[in-house]
């Protein structure tokens, strides 16, 4: 049984007349990686204030690792470790030195410091910039940067609000493997809030889409898919290896098919279930043999835009 390290109750933030964030019920399990999702000023940014204890909620309760953020806000901060999309260093230190700094604030000795920070700096990627000014890093290296220096207290979780702004492609692909590794390896739980539907999709268990302060869906990507399409027609591509002018109707005799379209020697078949398989086995009874055979798979960027159009 998954041990939830954050819960969310009724969580609600009022500024006068109006609701940034409205009766959130949200529960996030130990080395899970969770994305939020939603448009500016959808209430992302102002839940992650109140999960750090940095604004009261009108109404509700929030629960960190089992600690009331309201209540034990310094608590909660010892566990968490957060990541802003723009990361401050003292840009005249190296990077292993603004990592010795943090290590020290956070009581860490002095030379169990350093060689944390040596550590981390190889984790991330880091050990051949280990002595070279942060005012001279990259963006990506300033953002792998900020992660060890979020690492350097050794957090139950770790936010990140998003993180790869501004980072070429091949740094967001080393950047992403390395969030999912410190889940699985390490069993670190990940709040990812981004507008980078692809980045989302290829890292988090989890989304939750959020539009007005409120959460108006939560799961993975198959169950957003399936309670969103399912009033849709199923879509099964299937191209055969021979052509079988037959084929097309045997197709459409299938139960649960509603239409089969050719095209380009290509078969498009609606069905209101998944046939698939019966599909395959028309078409090599036939003689007609596959090449391939595709069920519509609806990704995250299907699903926020059907949700916000």
């Given at each position: 049984?998954?041990t939830?390290?954050?819960?969310?109750?009724?969580?609600?933030?009022?500024?006068?007349?109006f609701?940034?964030?409205?009766?959130?019920n949200l529960?996030?399990?130990?080395g899970e990686?969770?994305?939020?999702l939603?448009?500016?000023g959808?209430g992302?940014?102002?839940?992650i204030?109140?999960l750090?204890?940095?604004?009261?909620?009108?109404?509700?309760s929030?629960?960190?690792c089992g600690?009331?953020?309201?209540?034990?806000p310094?608590?909660?901060?010892?566990k968490v470790g957060?990541?802003?999309?723009?990361?401050?260093?003292?840009?005249?230190?190296?990077?292993?030195e603004n990592?010795?700094?943090?290590a020290?604030?956070?009581?860490?000795?002095a030379?169990?410091a350093?060689?944390?920070?040596?550590?981390?700096?190889e984790?991330?990627?880091?050990?051949?910039?280990t002595n070279?000014?942060?005012?001279?890093?990259?963006?990506?290296m300033?953002?792998?940067?900020?992660?060890?220096e979020?690492?350097v207290?050794?957090p139950?979780?770790?936010?990140?609000?998003?993180?790869?702004?501004?980072i070429?492609?091949a740094?967001?692909?080393?950047?992403?493997?390395l969030?999912?590794?410190?889940?699985?390896e390490?069993g670190i739980?990940v709040?990812?809030?981004?507008?980078?539907?692809?980045?989302?999709?290829?890292v988090?268990?989890?989304?939750g889409?959020?539009?007005?302060?409120?959460l108006?869906?939560e799961?993975n990507i198959?169950?957003?898919s399936?309670k969103?399409?399912?009033g849709d027609?199923?879509?099964?591509?299937?191209?055969?290896?021979v052509e079988?002018?037959?084929?097309?109707?045997?197709?459409?005799k299938?139960?649960g098919?509603h239409a089969?379209?050719?095209q380009?020697?290509t078969?498009?078949?609606?069905?209101?279930?998944?046939?698939?398989?019966?599909?395959?086995e028309t078409?090599?009874?036939?003689?007609a043999?596959l090449?391939?055979?595709?069920?519509t798979?609806?990704g995250?960027?299907?699903?926020y835009n059907?949700?916000?159009?």
């Amino acid at each position: 049984m998954k041990t939830n390290v954050i819960e969310l109750v009724g969580l609600t933030k009022r500024y006068g007349s109006f609701t940034a964030v409205d009766h959130l019920n949200l529960t996030i399990g130990k080395g899970e990686v969770f994305g939020l999702l939603g448009p500016n000023g959808a209430g992302k940014s102002t839940t992650i204030l109140m999960l750090l204890g940095l604004t009261e909620p009108t109404e509700g309760s929030v629960e960190v690792c089992g600690i009331r953020s309201t209540s034990h806000p310094i608590e909660v901060k010892r566990k968490v470790g957060y990541l802003p999309e723009d990361v401050g260093f003292y840009d005249d230190l190296t990077g292993l030195e603004n990592l010795i700094y943090m290590a020290r604030l956070n009581s860490i000795p002095a030379q169990t410091a350093k060689e944390k920070a040596l550590r981390l700096l190889e984790r991330v990627g880091l050990q051949n910039e280990t002595n070279k000014k942060t005012g001279k890093y990259s963006r990506g290296m300033r953002q792998r940067l900020g992660l060890a220096e979020v690492l350097v207290k050794s957090p139950e979780i770790i936010i990140l609000d998003e993180p790869t702004s501004g980072i070429d492609p091949a740094g967001v692909r080393e950047f992403m493997d390395l969030i999912r590794r410190l889940s699985k390896e390490e069993g670190i739980t990940v709040l990812f809030s981004s507008h980078h539907l692809h980045q989302v999709q290829q890292v988090c268990d989890r989304v939750g889409l959020f539009v007005k302060g409120s959460l108006i869906a939560e799961g993975n990507i198959h169950q957003l898919s399936q309670k969103l399409f399912s009033g849709d027609f199923l879509t099964i591509k299937a191209k055969t290896a021979v052509e079988q002018p037959s084929l097309q109707a045997d197709f459409q005799k299938l139960k649960g098919v509603h239409a089969v379209r050719l095209q380009d020697g290509t078969y498009f078949i609606e069905c209101t279930e998944d046939v698939t398989a019966v599909i395959a086995e028309t078409a090599v009874k036939s003689g007609a043999g596959l090449k391939y055979l595709q069920k519509t798979e609806y990704g995250l960027d299907d699903i926020y835009n059907r949700y916000f159009s």
